[in-house]
């Protein structure tokens, strides 16, 4: 009996971790299964959910046996007497038998889970692979390395969470170290379900696509914000004190880069030149009547000032030295 039991034990720890825990809505199921056509959640039966870990043959001829099972007692009763602490029970005696008087035990880890009208109503069972049988309030861990993740799951679960609460806790709790390779999880990599309370009748519905792409964004951590700016670097929109003013007076540049007022050579472009600090040729002055040779003010220059070169005017020549 201790070599079947450790030869169940160490099959059953070969496989990932599943979860299963009560939120306000229902009860959430969650399973690492990158399979979409072999499933480790299903329906059993009205408001009763199934989930195992292990052998997939050997779970899903469990999994059979229990809709039928359900169904019978329903179509022979009621379907009120059908419930997930009875199929829990037959589970039991089944696997026990199969235990004990097989060669071979079951390499399965089984919870059968029910919703209730109330969350005091809800009620998850877990059974192993020799048949015992436990209940277990608020979540419960199986399969794999189901203590770390059952200790992960028990500092993030509370009463009465969202679906998405849920969702992350068991995420986080599925993500612990040593539970397998892949510490972060997508879509195509878990198999969701959950047994919503609100719905009439048939109350198990998977969740896929949109909405489990929805449910991971909600659960995985905020990108941290980026820190603010360092308030002792120069801001390049400030006007630099270091720079000179143009329009200080005795600057040495003007805002264009030329000469300031004070600079040499500065001033209008009459009065650039040599000589700039007299009267122009040709005005009247204070100093006396104009040259006759001069042109007056009234006609234009017909030529170049007295003294004066074809060199002078820029047609082939330098400036005036």
């Not at 809505?25 to 009763?48: C, F, M, Q």
């Not at 436990?134 to 969470?161: C, H, I, N, W």
């Not at 006609?299 to 070169?309: L, Q, R």
């Amino acid at each position: 009996m201790r070599d079947k039991a450790d030869y169940a034990r160490k099959g059953i720890a070969r496989g990932r971790s599943c979860v299963a825990l009560q939120y306000a809505g229902g009860i959430l199921l969650v399973a690492p299964n990158p399979s979409s056509a072999l499933h480790k959640i299903s329906e059993i039966y009205d408001r009763i959910g199934f989930a195992a870990v292990g052998r997939y043959n050997e779970y899903e001829n469990l999994r059979k046996a229990g809709v039928t099972y359900a169904d019978i007692t329903g179509y022979q009763f009621d379907r009120n007497d059908v419930t997930a602490r009875g199929i829990a029970n037959w589970y039991a005696q089944t696997l026990g038998t199969i235990f004990t008087e097989s060669p071979k035990p079951f390499e399965v880890e089984i919870v059968v889970a029910e919703v209730g009208a109330t969350p005091a109503d809800d009620q998850i069972y877990r059974i192993t692979f020799d048949g015992s049988v436990t209940d277990e309030p608020g979540f419960v861990a199986f399969g794999g390395l189901a203590e770390q993740v059952s200790a992960a799951l028990k500092e993030r679960y509370s009463d009465d969470m969202s679906l998405s609460e849920a969702f992350a806790a068991a995420l986080d709790a599925l993500s612990a170290p040593g539970n397998g390779e892949r510490p972060e999880f997508s879509a195509a990599q878990l198999e969701v379900a959950v047994l919503d309370r609100a719905r009439d009748h048939r109350t198990f519905r998977r969740i896929r696509a949109a909405r489990l792409e929805e449910l991971l964004t909600e659960a995985r951590p905020a990108p941290a914000a980026e820190p603010p700016a360092d308030s002792s670097a120069p801001d390049s929109s400030a006007p630099d004190s270091s720079a000179p003013d143009s329009s200080a007076p005795g600057s040495s540049a003007s805002a264009s880069g030329g000469p300031g007022p004070g600079a040499p050579g500065a001033g209008s472009p009459a009065s650039s030149g040599p000589g700039t600090s007299g009267p122009a040729p040709g005005s009247s002055g204070p100093s006396g009547p104009s040259s006759p040779s001069s042109p007056t003010d009234s006609e234009p220059p017909t030529g170049p000032a007295p003294g004066g070169s074809d060199r002078g005017t820029g047609l082939g020549g330098g400036s005036p030295l």
